[in-house]
């Protein structure tokens, strides 16, 4: 067995917790990464209780989801320290794209994403 193959091996093993734990931190449903993935939640569970291996481009999709790079997700290297992470991939993906938008367009973007934070923070204290 060559290196490559090793390191594939070593890295599938410790795959299931690493995943487990990374969707977890998340707070992610097995449900809804298999629905983000495309693949029915049966199989994302195997993936996740080392009963199956997914495909290779299906990892890199998994990393993309988790906001990880494949070395954090193998293990083979530890998160990037507490930086701030978008979790939804949607959320993400347009982020990216926020900052092409002209400057009135950015304004009022702060100004609906403001109110939806205080909403929310709003409706967690009126529930406690």
Do not use: C
């Not at 080392?50 to 481009?57: E, I, K, M, N, S």
């Not at 988790?66 to 507490?82: H, I, P, Q, S, Y």
């Not at 950015?106 to 934070?117: N, P, T, W």
Request: hydrophobic share 45%.
């Amino acid at each position: 067995m060559n290196s490559v193959q090793t390191f594939w091996l070593d890295a599938m093993t410790e795959f299931p917790q690493r995943l487990r734990s990374l969707r977890s931190e998340r707070k992610l449903t097995q449900a809804r990464v298999a629905e983000l993935l495309g693949v029915s939640p049966r199989v994302y569970t195997r993936w996740e209780n080392g009963d199956a291996v997914p495909l290779f481009a299906t990892v890199v999709k998994i990393a993309d989801i988790l906001n990880v790079t494949l070395d954090e997700l193998a293990g083979r290297k530890e998160l990037a320290a507490a930086e701030a992470r978008i979790r939804n991939p949607e959320l993400h993906r347009l982020y990216g794209k926020v900052d092409l938008l002209a400057d009135e367009d950015q304004k009022a973007l702060l100004v609906v994403l403001d109110s939806l934070v205080k909403r929310s923070s709003m409706s967690r204290l009126m529930a406690e």
